[in-house]
């Protein structure tokens, strides 16, 4: 699986092109590739440089994304720009719906369309996997994820709850300053 993967990170490395469409990727320099667990360090570094990012003991560690990407091996993605990681999604699915996780970019790589090319990978690699919906949580205080959602077309539910239970005590949330 890890050299299919790497295979496939190489593949899928893309230059995306501009267009209007809210699932098209707006034009970047950066190589966007499907995320593979050696890319973890770098994303972690990443994940512990953006304000207000939450982060978990449990799903964040080496371990939990390991798992994550085992379950989820082609539709996860990185932005690489200056010899570095600048941007990441945790993307899966179970089946039925997709979902994305800690969607973000480098402070210093923002506002290049890297975002959007991201979430348009994502976006195509989900299709592939024959998944017809995909959802994400926005906390209501985060005007700049909230305004690019909006930016790039995705719909906000205002009729909806969202709910959830905590099944472990020890998967700690730790928020960046
Ligand atoms: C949200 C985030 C991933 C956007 O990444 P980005 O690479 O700067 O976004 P892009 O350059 O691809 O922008 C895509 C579009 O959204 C718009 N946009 C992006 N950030 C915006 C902002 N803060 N305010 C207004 N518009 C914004 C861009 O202008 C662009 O519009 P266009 O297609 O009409 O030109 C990045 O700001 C980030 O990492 N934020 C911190 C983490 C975060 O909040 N993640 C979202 C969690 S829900």
Redesign the pocket.
């Known amino acids: 699986m890890a050299n299919s993967s790497k295979e496939n990170a190489s593949k899928s490395a893309v230059t995306a092109q501009?267009k209007t469409s809210g699932e098209t990727a707006?034009k970047?320099s950066a190589q966007i590739r499907v995320m593979t667990l050696d890319d973890y360090e770098g994303v972690y570094k990443l994940w512990m440089s953006?304000?207000?990012?939450a982060i978990r003991s449990v799903d964040d560690s080496r371990e939990g994304v390991e798992v994550f990407l085992k379950r989820n091996p082609t539709t996860s993605v990185v932005a690489v720009q200056d010899g570095k990681i600048v941007?990441a999604i945790l993307c899966g699915h179970d089946g039925r719906r997709g979902c994305l996780y800690?969607?973000?970019?480098?402070?210093d790589?923002?506002?290049?369309?890297?975002?959007?090319?991201?979430?348009v990978f994502c976006m195509k690699a989900l299709r592939e996997e024959k998944i017809n919906k995909v959802s994400?949580?926005?906390?209501t205080t985060?005007?700049?994820?909230?305004?690019?959602?909006h930016?790039?077309g995705w719909t906000k539910r205002e009729d909806l709850n969202y709910y959830d239970f905590t099944l472990n005590e020890k998967n700690i949330i730790a928020y960046n300053k």
């Open positions: 501009k707006a970047t953006i304000h207000g990012f941007g800690h969607v973000c970019v480098h402070e790589y923002r506002m290049r369309g890297i975002g959007k090319a991201m979430v994400l949580i926005a906390f985060n005007d700049i994820g909230n305004k690019f959602w930016q790039i």
